[in-house]
């Protein structure tokens, strides 16, 4: 063996990250080089281990001075690529499309699919849920998107809107206070007939599954998008004087507390927010304000509300605090 060999062997057998099997390989090359004049019996017994595995190391050494295990077959396929790319393009098909009652595959309605081909043999559900893992896809899974039926018209209303977002602190500091508006509605007020329980050792929490309704609340909320303030009152009903009475008693003293000179609402077109009333209605605050505060309004494009910041905050709202909704008593 050279010096570079010896160095690499050892380097082998002191690594903490060497498997264990390399490690012993690596030591008996070492020791049949250090001791030639030992045999194969004498050097398993030295080092803890069999001299049929002495003998296979010290033989494949000679023949290819490697340690790895020699590649190995395996057991022949059973099914081709090209029943396996029909399985693929299957999952990749909506399950209408192969005249099936389902809105999404999974592993064993896939694999019952391929069942009903008289070209296709018959495959088990794990063996069609290694494919798809192989390739990636996941048909049991599904997310939401929405098309934008005018591209010029969404771009005219939401970059306004997406620019006074990014330069909402600077326009703070001008006078200018972006707010996002919106209403989280119908939360179901629910107490449970017993209070949640906390986790233990190998359980989740636990939660009532019989409740009592107390009612239902719509939260109507703003953001304040420079420094992420949230200001919120909850109503029993959803209608234009509801937000009206939002605005007036939490966002305008919030604004001249401020002492700012402009308030930018950011609005969905909602009908609580009553877009042909509302012009109207503002202009009649700044009168009341004498003149302190101007208002402006960003009306979002249709059905693109998840434009809105105050949205996020409702998304927190509903994952930390309000799913599974049990409010407890007295609360």
Excluded at 11 to 27: G, K, P
Excluded at 63 to 77: C, E, F, V
Excluded at 110 to 126: C, N, T
Excluded at 256 to 274: E, F, K, P, S, Y
Aim: charged residues 25%; aromatic residues 6%; hydrophobic residues 40%.
């Amino acid at each position: 063996m050279t010096d570079a060999e010896v160095r690499d062997l050892e380097h082998l057998v002191r690594a903490h990250t060497t498997a264990q099997a390399v490690a012993l390989r690596a030591r008996i090359i070492l020791q049949a080089h250090t001791h030639p004049e030992k045999s194969n019996q004498q050097l398993a017994l030295a080092l803890g281990t069999t001299d049929r595995t002495v003998r296979k190391w010290r033989g494949q050494w000679v023949k290819t001075h490697q340690l790895a295990d020699a590649p190995r077959s395996g057991a022949p396929r059973r099914f081709s690529p090209q029943v396996r790319a029909q399985v693929t393009a299957i999952a990749c098909s909506l399950p209408k499309q192969e005249h099936i009652s389902l809105l999404r595959w999974s592993r064993a309605e896939l694999a019952r699919r391929v069942a009903q081909d008289p070209a296709l043999p018959r495959i088990s559900a794990s063996t069609v849920g290694r494919w798809l893992k192989a390739e990636r896809l996941r048909p049991w899974r599904s997310h939401s998107w929405q098309h934008i039926h005018d591209p010029l018209t969404f771009l005219q209303r939401a970059r306004p809107v997406l620019e006074a977002d990014a330069q909402a602190r600077a326009l703070l500091r001008a006078g200018t206070w972006l707010v996002s508006l919106d209403e989280k509605t119908s939360i179901q007020v629910r107490e449970g007939e017993q209070l949640p329980r906390p986790v233990r050792s190998g359980k989740p929490m636990l939660h009532e599954a019989r409740y009592q309704r107390r009612g239902a609340r719509h939260l109507f909320a703003g953001l304040s998008i420079a420094d992420g303030k949230v200001y919120g009152t909850c109503r029993q009903r959803k209608c234009f004087v509801d937000f009206q009475a939002f605005v007036q008693q939490d966002i305008i003293p919030e604004a001249l507390r401020r002492q700012v000179q402009t308030v930018t609402l950011i609005l969905d077109n909602g009908t609580t927010h009553a877009p042909k009333q509302l012009e109207r209605w503002l202009k009649a605050q700044e009168q009341a304000c004498e003149g302190r505060l101007r208002f402006q309004v960003h009306w979002l494009p249709p059905n693109v509300s998840w434009l809105d910041q105050i949205e996020i905050w409702f998304s927190l709202l509903q994952r930390k605090c309000l799913q599974p909704t049990d409010l407890g008593r007295g609360k």
